[in-house]
């Protein structure tokens, strides 16, 4: 049974930002929230991660609803770089082990 | 920077045959590693995890017999694929930790093995 669930695909223009949700409505206390991504022939990319509230990094920033149960990546003035599956998971206490769903593919246009 | 390294990037090899790939762990001391499998479809898959002071736990459906691993340290790790076939086919990542709730996991850019 998948713990998170997002949108399959997304589209954005070079420079706008991008917002991608994740709904992980049984999340347990001890569960941390994550954010990933793949691009092509690589192996999945770190971004950011986060307990409650809200995130900020050099890459993007999180916002996690106040019940948990909703996360939005945020990724400012994305480019053709950008271009990815990102994956949102939710990790068990005291164990990484990273459950990773299907992801939402991000497909930016010049 | 904290890098993880896999090898060889590709590999070819017949079916019933065995294949060893690598994974180096460069820039931090890694706690944990653990190896996964990509499915042509992208699915993920988790083979095992190894942690500093306790023994490799294999995933269901994934057993040390086929997929033994070795890890000196735990900056380095190979896993071998014995007897592979048309379903081991896939990309393998190793991933590595340096520990602790919330600690981000570092990724090598896989092992694609093709299995003729």
């Known amino acids: 049974l998948a713990k998170t669930t997002q949108p399959p695909s997304m589209e954005a223009y070079e420079g706008q930002e991008v917002n991608v949700s994740c709904s992980h409505t049984n999340i347990a206390t001890s569960e941390y929230i994550y954010w990933y991504r793949q691009v092509p022939h690589q192996g999945p990319q770190f971004i950011i991660q986060g307990y409650k509230d809200y995130v900020v990094n050099e890459v993007a920033s999180l916002f996690i609803s106040a019940d948990r149960k909703l996360s939005t990546l945020s990724l400012p003035w994305v480019s053709l770089r950008d271009a990815a599956v990102y994956y949102c998971?939710?990790?068990?206490?005291?164990?990484?082990?990273?459950?990773f769903g299907s992801g939402t593919q991000l497909t930016v246009m010049p | 920077g904290a890098l993880v390294y896999q090898y060889p990037r590709r590999t070819i090899c017949k079916s019933g045959t065995s294949m060893r790939m690598e994974c180096q762990a460069v820039?931090?001391?890694?706690?944990?590693v653990a190896w996964y499998r990509q499915s042509p479809q992208k699915t993920f898959e988790l083979i095992a995890l190894?942690?500093?002071?306790?023994?490799?736990?294999?995933e269901q459906n994934f057993t040390q017999e086929k997929f033994p691993i070795s890890h000196p340290n735990l900056s380095f790790s190979s896993m071998t694929v014995l007897n592979a076939y048309l379903e081991d086919r896939g990309l393998y990542l190793c991933?590595?930790?340096?520990?602790?709730?919330?600690?981000?996991?570092?990724f090598g850019k896989g092992t694609r093995l093709t299995v003729v």
């Open positions: 998971i939710v990790t068990e206490w005291a164990s990484w082990q990273l459950i």
């Open positions: 991933g590595a930790s340096r520990g602790g709730q919330g600690t981000e996991v570092f």
């Open positions: 820039g931090f001391q890694a706690t944990s």
């Open positions: 190894s942690t500093v002071n306790s023994a490799i736990k294999y």
